[in-house]
């Protein structure tokens, strides 16, 4: 998880946040209200118009091109948890988020291949059946 996390206002036009996004070496990052409530994802599909088949325009404003879903998991979800949202919805990044929308992080698909790469497992972790005893004491046979 990348907990300095890069956003891009709302209102700004797609072209500053282009630039900015370039500058810091990121692909997309989290939209941000003027309140700072998180309100959508900006990232690289989202600047392509696919029924012009061309980059949207330079001055359009960030909430009219973001995609307005927002795929997020608490900090204390397993990673696993975040690689299964990812699958999921295909998205190459999860907010991870607290209390009330407070953004405390990111984990893009980039930080799940670091991981693998170092050797971590990120499969989810199985459980274990539940003994005879243990499914008859949950109202199980």
Known sequence: MTPAVIS?????????AVWSLSAKGVSGAPVCAADGAVVGVLSRSDLID???????PGDSPV?????PRIVAIHPD???SEAVELMVAKSVHRVLVMQGEGELVGILTS????????????LRPKRREPLSRPEREAAGGS
């Not at 891009?8 to 500053?16: C, K, L, Q, S, T």
């Not at 909430?63 to 995609?67: G, I, K, L, N």
């Open 63 to 67: 909430a009219q091109v973001m995609t």
């Open 77 to 79: 979800a397993p990673a």
């Open 8 to 16: 891009v206002a709302a209102e700004a036009r797609v072209d500053h």
């Open 50 to 56: 696919s029924e012009a088949h061309a980059l949207v």
């Open 110 to 121: 980039m930080d799940v291949m670091k991981a693998i790469a170092a050797g971590l497992d």
